[in-house]
């Protein structure tokens, strides 16, 4: 892996990539936690995918991560900007238990990982609009991530959510939702893993105004109406 993720040239700390590799790996099947194991997939697909929002990132930043799942985009970024403060939400506890293995091995700070439901949070006083990023990759179609993410950054902050090639319609599908919950697009940021992985892109939300207190809904409700 090492050799490998140098000759890619799209990180900086390589030997905690490794450490990280290792332990995808050998928790993968036991913790259902990704179904890539292959190195070069692992590098192109979750490392170089993840690391495509670093740059977004201001140095320092609060950052909440929506089903974070084995830690993408979240692990990745941390390897590469140490200063960043990260909260993970997870959904299921097993994954939470990964997710706190992999943050002890690599001996970071500042990474709090919360066994909780983002729609919980969004309605905790303690954590409602007090983010300057939310990121999530893979959980839900934009209208649902919107309501999801949004209450959750406070006004002037962003939301970076990872989609595929179906961008636009879930843009499209999503206008009145981030209209809604106080946000605008910011901008979106096109690139391409290479090979025949393909497009990925980055939607930016900017957050412009308060989030109305009745949101984030149940997410039963979310699912069954979204905005
Ligand atoms: N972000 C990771 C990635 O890109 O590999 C994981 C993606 S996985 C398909 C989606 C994850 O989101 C699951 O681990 C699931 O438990 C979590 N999840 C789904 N809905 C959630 C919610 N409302 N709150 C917190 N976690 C949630």
Not at 66 to 75: E, K
Not at 95 to 108: A, D, H, M
Request: charged share 25%; net charge positive; glycine share 8%.
């Amino acid at each position: 892996m090492k050799d490998f993720l140098s000759t890619l040239n799209i990180c900086k700390n390589v030997d905690n990539f490794v450490d990280y590799y290792s332990l995808l790996v050998e928790h993968a099947k036991k913790f259902n936690i990704t179904a890539i194991t292959e190195k070069k997939d692992v590098a192109i697909k979750h490392f170089k995918d993840s690391l495509a929002g670093l740059w977004l990132l201001p140095d320092g930043a609060r950052v909440i991560e929506i089903g974070s799942g084995g830690g993408f985009p979240s692990v990745p970024l941390k390897i590469e900007n140490n200063t960043l403060d990260f909260t993970l939400c997870e959904a299921t506890l097993k994954k939470c238990e990964f997710l706190k293995v992999v943050s002890s091995t690599l001996g970071f700070e500042n990474f709090t990982v919360l066994n909780a439901r983002a729609e919980e949070l969004g309605q905790d006083s303690a954590l409602r609009e007090s983010f300057d990023v939310a990121v999530a990759r893979a959980v839900a179609p934009l209208n649902v991530l919107s309501e999801l993410m949004l209450p959750l950054v406070k006004i002037g902050g962003r939301v970076i959510a990872y989609k595929g090639q179906s961008y636009k319609e879930e843009l499209e599908a999503a206008k009145d939702a981030i209209k809604t919950l106080g946000g605008h697009v910011e901008k979106l940021v096109e690139y391409d893993l290479g090979g025949d992985v393909g497009k990925r892109c980055l939607v930016v939300i900017k957050k412009q105004r308060q989030t109305p207190l009745k949101y984030p809904r149940a997410y039963a409700k979310i699912k069954k109406c979204p905005l």
